[in-house]
């Protein structure tokens, strides 16, 4: 009887200890299966590995799967989880969250780090919730061989000024991707659709990913933005109903209906994308930063790798936009340490955790004297500062609680409006309609 | 056999009827409270009593209806092919699946997939530039149709989840074909019986239990049909393929609308009990009036 007492007191002692040692650590819940991950796993070693870190403070790192990541989360926080001191943000989803969050200190140093227009992804009404670890943009591929055969060809110039005025009412003439406007991309896309030019060398002249789903409305809404476009004005009036929003919906509409994207485009999102690039029948592709790194490595994209141009969104009447979202790491108020998570938190706003999370794999946005320090390893991080600083947006009003139904709804209506299943004016007064209730005060 | 009498019989319930008052009676109870409630996330344990009026907006809103219409076109036809595929296959089968029993492995992997996976193979097998359909049609003749826009998706959602779940019925049809005992096969061929009437006349009445049976469990999973639609359109332009149980799933997780997510699901549950009570009964005047 007294070895079994012996025994079971020093299993529940052992318990005991496991269970505080866990308990006093920094839990962190980060972002699953990608550069992300691989990031994050270097810096919270890093951070474990110094000296001045007490063993209560050192970084666990938790992960769930993608799939429904943003639903689960948003489960866990609103029952009070207190499983992760440091959860996961993203700048369309932080209004969500903010109320199971707590605000942050980041230092003063961290603006010199990331800069101010950065530091705003992470922040909700004036408070900020989170370190920007990884920002999200917009580049335009497109195959410069094909282009350089256009610019070069009187005859195919000829054919493309034909097509522009047929389809765009004006006839333009072939110019470098850096300068092109929006009616200038839409006239490339056509000319190299099969479907309007049987001459043509690939199968289609853009990819458009249009399936229902908030990611597609954040990689369109540049058209819109470039041409003035908002979601609301300074008065807190909707503001979706505007010439902007109509240009840039019939724009896609136009290449969809003309034959200038896939088919199937109303079912592709970021995956499709990038296997329609890569085979080598597309020549245009708006698509995420992220996919630069797999559409220009010969291994995984053998067809175009070589060929592979990156150029900003093209511009508007309003100029050069291109959207931009950050995700990064925040406080769960229901911490049960949160000034060791404060102290992480802190550290990783310096300019060495940034720079190391970047060599890592991780994409920060860094301002331009940070991000040069990193240049030879990483030069997309420089063309993403440089972007993100010259035509980075956040519509506003899309930080708030209701953003992300916000894009669910446009999703719903503009898919619903592309696939010709109601006319555009039903599209807007619905999506006008559902964002007042959404977002008013 | 030991007699229970009515002090013993509520002894033993009532561990079981404990748990189901603990695991099914709260959350009911709870679910019903929120439905007549303005709940989001951020209130959850303070939601704000507002009456029917979640259940006012549910029955107001087109896209719950459009939802509905897809669900039961959906578990309808789909239950109909299954079956008859089922069928089909089963009697014209069964000689080849007596002989060789292990015909049967194969022909039942389809059930062995995760619905959510068949969805994200599809996404694959359908796509333009990686898939093996579109390329085939393309090299045999010059162009492939658009599988997943809004006016194919229906029918392409249809074709999958029936290529799926055929083998279900194809199972349970083998099984209650094959237990007809022979004799009575033998006896209306030796009454001069040809095949024809023997399987309409012999065969298929035998089997109508089953049959009911196989088309109300194919029926139910097809108007609850998530997983492979939601891998494989979403809910589609402009919601075309939005199902009911995806309907709920968006207005809950989607839009934060929990109470009336929560109200669309009492309504179905509502809907489902008048439906198979009604199906019950019929069942019940049917065999009465047989009788």
């Not at chain 1, 909707?238 to 079912?267: C, F, N, Q, V």
Request: a negative charge; aromatic letters at 12%; hydrophobic letters at 45%.
């Amino acid at each position: 009887m007294l070895k079994f007492t012996k025994i079971t007191l020093s299993a529940l002692a052992l318990i005991t200890t496991s269970l505080g040692a866990a308990n006093a650590a920094v839990t962190v819940l980060g972002w699953p299966g990608g550069s992300e991950e691989t990031a994050l796993r270097a810096v919270a070693e890093a951070y474990n590995a110094q000296s001045g870190v007490a063993d209560a403070d050192k970084v666990e790192l938790l992960f769930y799967s993608r799939d429904g990541f943003y639903d689960k989360l948003q489960a866990d926080m609103a029952a009070g989880s207190s499983a992760f001191d440091i959860n996961l943000l993203a700048t369309y989803s932080i209004g969500r969250y903010a109320s199971y969050m707590e605000p942050v200190d980041l230092g003063p140093d961290a603006a010199k780090v990331f800069g101010e227009s950065v530091l705003k992804t992470m922040q909700f009404d004036g408070k900020q919730y989170g370190v920007p670890t990884d920002l999200s943009l917009h580049f335009m591929y497109y195959r410069k061989d094909l282009v350089d055969a256009l610019l070069a060809d009187p005859a195919a110039k000829a054919k493309y000024a034909e097509i522009s005025e047929k389809y765009l009412g004006k006839a333009l003439e072939p110019k470098a991707p850096d300068s092109w406007t929006w009616d200038d991309w839409a006239a490339t896309a056509l000319y190299f659709a099969k479907s309007v030019n049987p001459e043509s060398p690939v199968r289609y002249g853009t990819v458009l990913q249009m399936k229902n789903l908030l990611f597609n409305i954040m990689v369109w809404q540049s058209v819109a933005r470039a041409n003035g476009g908002d979601w609301m004005d300074a008065s807190g009036n909707i503001t979706i109903d505007s010439p902007a929003y109509r240009t840039a919906l019939e724009l896609y509409k136009k290449l969809y209906d003309a034959g200038a994207s896939p088919k199937d485009s109303l079912s592709y999102e970021y995956a499709e994308t990038n296997a329609a690039f890569g085979s080598g029948q597309v020549a245009t592709a708006l698509q995420w930063n992220a996919a630069a790194s797999e559409l220009t490595d010969p291994a995984k994209s053998p067809a175009v790798a070589e060929n592979v141009g990156i150029v900003a969104p093209p511009a508007g009447s309003a100029g050069r936009a291109d959207h931009i979202h950050g995700l990064g790491l925040g406080i769960n108020k229901n911490a049960k340490n949160k000034p060791g998570a404060a102290k992480f938190l802190q550290w990783l706003a310096t300019e060495d955790a940034a720079l190391l999370y970047a060599r890592s794999g991780g994409s920060p946005a860094l301002l331009p004297d940070v991000a040069a320090k990193i240049a030879k390893e990483r030069p997309d991080l420089v063309t993403l500062g440089q972007y993100a600083g010259a035509y980075g947006y956040v519509m506003t009003g899309a930080t708030s609680a209701n953003a992300f139904p916000v894009y669910e709804l446009q999703a719903k209506e503009f898919t619903g409006y592309w696939s010709g299943q109601e006319t555009l004016d039903d599209a807007l007064a619905n999506t006008k309609a559902g964002m007042e209730k959404l977002l008013k005060p | 056999m030991v007699d229970l009498d009515h002090k013993g019989w509520r002894i033993f319930a009532s561990p079981l009827v404990g748990f189901l008052l603990l695991f099914l009676g709260l959350p009911i109870l709870i679910d019903l409270v929120y439905s007549l409630s303005r709940v989001s996330f951020t209130n959850l344990r303070s939601p704000e009593i507002v009456g029917f009026g979640n259940y006012g907006e549910v029955l107001g809103d087109g896209q719950f209806w459009r939802a509905s219409w897809f669900s039961l076109r959906f578990g309808v036809i789909t239950a109909i092919l299954e079956c008859v595929l089922g069928l089909g296959l089963a009697v014209f089968l069964s000689p080849l699946i007596e002989k060789r029993s292990w015909l049967m492995a194969p022909l039942m992997l389809p059930l062995m997939v995760a619905p959510a996976m068949i969805g994200l193979m599809y996404r694959l097998v359908l796509h333009e530039f990686v898939g093996p359909v579109p390329y085939y049609l393309y090299l045999w003749f010059g162009d492939s149709p658009s599988f997943l826009n809004a006016e194919n998706a229906f029918w392409t959602l249809v074709v999958v989840e029936t290529l799926q779940w055929t083998p279900f019925a194809l199972l349970l049809f083998y099984t209650a074909y094959r237990a007809i005992p022979d004799d009575v096969r033998e006896a209306s061929a030796i009454d001069g019986a040809s095949a024809r009437q023997i399987l309409t006349a012999i065969e298929l009445p035998l089997m109508r239990p089953t049959l009911i049976f196989t088309f109300f469990i194919r029926f139910i999973d097809g108007f609850r049909v998530f997983d492979n639609v939601y891998t494989l359109t979403g809910s589609g332009p402009g919601g075309s393929t939005t199902s009911l149980p995806i309907y709920i799933y968006e207005a809950f997780f989607k839009q934060g609308a929990i109470g009336k997510a929560i109200a669309a699901s009492v309504i179905l549950f509502l809907a489902s009990f008048v439906g198979l009570y009604a199906l019950t009964w019929l069942s019940r005047r049917g065999k009465g009036a047989a009788s």
